[in-house]
């Protein structure tokens, strides 16, 4: 089963965060704006306007745009979800979020290995 999530900006931005393992601040220069601006569209307190948005999609082009634009939901892996997860839930830096993958994958190799007899 495929994961689906529709997104609004506040879980776009967090979601782009998520997968491109970018603090607010990094997010924030890869757009050219403030990281203020970042967490006030986070928070669902500011929207961004369509110069902003345009901003937004010049720097992810790669993103479903269509989709996201449409209402759709959109699929975005389990690895995706987790790292929005927990950096939700522990607001950890990029450092952090890096050694969380690195180990999620060590425990992934070592549970599909064999077991030694």
């Given at each position: ?22 603090n ?23 929207k ?22 449409s ?34 994958d ?12």
């Amino acid at each position: 089963m495929k994961n689906t999530k529709r997104v609004d900006w506040v879980g776009l931005l967090k979601m782009i965060r998520g997968k491109y393992s970018l603090n607010q601040m990094e997010l924030a220069e890869k757009i050219g704006i403030s990281k203020q601006t970042v967490s006030h569209y986070e928070t669902g307190k500011y929207k961004p306007k369509t110069g902003t948005a345009d901003l937004i999609k010049k720097a992810f082009p790669e993103l479903p745009w269509d989709e996201i634009s449409s209402g759709k939901e959109i699929y975005y892996s389990k690895d995706e979800h987790l790292v929005e997860m927990i950096s939700r839930l522990f607001k950890l830096n990029v450092d952090e979020l890096n050694l969380i993958k690195e180990n999620i994958d060590f425990l992934l190799k070592q549970r599909t290995r064999p077991e030694k007899k």
